[in-house]
């Protein structure tokens, strides 16, 4: 009983941290994003590249059984 309590408790922690890590990637590229708009890059040069940014910063959450 005590080990699922402290799982569970580790689990909640590790969806805390993924937010987290989530939230900042999608914040860093909305800021690159615009950055690349301003340096004359495209519209779809610079959506690759911001889907590049987020995908590579969030982490994988690999759920146990």
Do not use: K
């Not at 909640?12 to 999608?26: E, G, M, P, S, W």
């Not at 708009?37 to 690999?62: C, K």
């Amino acid at each position: 009983y005590q080990l699922q309590t402290i799982c569970l408790i580790v689990s909640c922690l590790d969806q805390q941290f993924v937010h987290l890590i989530t939230a900042i990637a999608i914040a860093i590229g909305a800021i690159f994003f615009i950055i690349s708009m301003v340096m004359g890059y495209g519209l779809v040069e610079s959506i690759i590249f911001v889907i590049g940014i987020i995908v590579a910063n969030v982490p994988e959450v690999r759920r146990s059984q």
